[in-house]
């Protein structure tokens, strides 16, 4: 059975990944869309940064985060400036990287969903009088469902399993930063296999049947007559 400890570890897991997830939605959503009709010539800029969490090393990315929420950092040094706590070694902080380091497992799905609607929908929806945002509600939004689907799912995964970002900007405070997958590496050091294992069994069996739904969902949507 889980240890108290450990449970804690597990929903504070969980909640990072929700918050995250449900910001990454908000956040993915316009960014994608604009990658995917604007014409300016330096997108690749922003495409490039944003698949950066892609190939950089976790440690690297949480180090600069830190750095950045700290108080000789930018963002730290404004939190300093108007009397408000920094955000490193908060769970604040953990979302804050969280969202950075699983934006293009968000981004991504949603502008090759957006792409792959085509120009045709939206030149009709014209023709009828739709404007841009309602184009972009009433014709984008439903015919990415499934690139919302496998967004949120991939992005909410990403998120329950990160660890050197998290280990970086948030530490291993018991019920404030100490997440699932920080525990584990912690059970591990003190030679405690079995509840290593029991960690580690759960977040295997969670991404098992996330990664199932993911596909799932595109064969029964693949199946949908156009």
Same mark, same amino acid.
């Given at each position: 059975?889980?240890?108290e ?5 597990l929903s504070?897991t969980l *909640?990072?990944?929700?918050l ?8 993915? +959503?316009p960014l994608?869309?604009?990658? +995917? ?5 330096? *997108?690749?800029?922003?495409e ?8 950089l ?20 040094g ?10 490193a070694f908060?769970f ?16 991504q ?7 792959a609607?085509?120009?045709?929908p939206?030149?009709?929806a014209?023709t009828?009088?739709?404007?841009? /945002? ?10 990415? *469902? ?5 967004? +949120?799912?991939?992005?909410f ?9 998290a280990?970086m ?8 930063? *100490? ?9 591990v ?13 759960? /977040?295997?069996?969670?991404?098992f ?5 993911v596909?799932s969902?595109r064969?029964r ?6």
């Open positions: 059975m889980f240890s400890p450990d449970l804690i570890a504070l *909640k990072l990944a929700l995250s997830t449900f910001i990454l939605l908000i956040v993915g +959503t994608a869309w604009w990658l +995917t009709v604007s014409r300016w010539p330096l *997108k690749f800029v922003v490039t940064v944003i698949a950066l969490p892609l190939v090393p976790p440690t690297v990315l949480g180090f600069y985060v830190l750095i950045a929420l700290g108080p000789n950092g930018p963002i730290g404004f939190m300093e400036l108007i009397g408000a706590r920094s955000f908060t604040s902080g953990l979302v804050f990287g969280s969202v950075l380091y699983s934006l293009p497992f968000v981004v799905p949603l502008q090759n969903a957006f792409q609607i085509g120009s045709r939206f030149e009709v014209a009828l009088g739709a404007s841009p /945002l309602d184009r972009f509600f009433s014709v984008a939004i439903p015919l990415a *469902k499934p690139g919302f689907i496998t967004a +949120t799912a991939l992005g995964a990403h998120t329950m399993g990160e660890f050197g970002v280990l900007i948030g530490g291993s405070i018991p019920g404030e930063t *100490k997440v699932a997958s920080i525990a584990i590496y912690e059970h050091e003190a030679l405690e296999y079995d509840r290593a294992h029991l960690l580690s069994l759960t /977040l295997l069996a969670f991404s049947i996330v990664l199932a739904i596909y969902s064969r949507f693949s199946l949908i007559p156009s």
